[in-house]
């Protein structure tokens, strides 16, 4: 099985920042990633996929990159609906996809 | 607009059979896979598996093979994920989400359902 980890564990930032968070596959995953916003009570949304490409209606603050075993996920300039928690998942090993443990993004 | 419908919560025993359901509208339902995800309450996301509802081709996570059953009626547009003998460590939310052709084998999840709580107690 294929380990996602995901760093850090929880995050603190100020609106108007700049946020990163970082993702590491135990063994390559091509560019097959994708990366999920979870607020509370609320099912995962589609940020972005293939590693690097915004899903529809994400707004170009959310940026992707990397490939092979090490990803990012780079939120430009935080706004108050983007304190959340933050999955990566990796759709290369066919049927075991996996997600990371997550990162909770959190107002400092 | 694409939308995944879930049933709604559910209380059961240990040892109870349940079966939840994912209804898909807005899109050509037969066309794509579905996928289950598993979220234990304060807990991260887990793959279980998915279903092509053209065929019934299932595909599971090595960790829930044998442990749940993934099926689908194509003439109603529904998913379903179905226990026959619950364990207090079912107790979770489970997520079905629409899976997305990225290439051989490689499917991500857009959209997502509102998810179905399941507690599973005594």
């Known amino acids: 099985e294929i380990v996602m980890t995901q760093s850090p564990a929880t995050l603190s930032v100020s609106p108007g920042e700049r946020a990163t968070l970082s993702c590491r596959a135990s063994q390559s995953v091509s560019s097959n990633l994708a990366w999920y916003q979870q607020k509370p009570g609320q099912g995962p949304r589609l940020l972005i996929y293939?590693?690097?490409t915004r899903a529809t209606g994400i707004p170009a603050r959310f940026s992707g990159s990397g490939s092979g075993t090490e990803f990012t996920l780079t939120i430009s300039s935080l706004q108050s609906e983007d304190f959340a928690v933050y999955y990566c998942q990796q759709y290369n090993k066919w049927p075991s996809y996996t997600f990371g443990q997550g990162t909770k993004l959190e107002i400092k | 607009e694409v939308q995944l419908v879930q049933s709604g919560a559910e209380v059961k025993k240990p040892g109870e059979s349940l079966k939840i359901s994912c209804k898909g509208s807005?899109?050509?339902?037969?066309?794509?896979?579905i996928g289950w995800v598993r979220q234990v309450p304060g807990k991260g996301l887990e793959w279980m598996g998915m279903i092509y509802p053209a065929d019934s081709d299932t595909r599971y996570s090595p960790s829930f093979q044998g442990q749940v059953t993934i099926s689908a009626d194509k003439s109603l547009s529904t998913a379903y994920l179905q226990w026959s003998g619950l364990k207090a460590s079912d107790t979770a939310m489970y997520y079905c989400a629409r899976g997305n052709f990225y290439g051989s084998g490689s499917y991500f999840l857009d959209p997502w359902g509102q998810g179905t709580l399941v507690t599973v107690s005594s």
């Open positions: 807005g899109y050509s339902f037969n066309a794509y896979w």
């Open positions: 293939g590693a690097f």
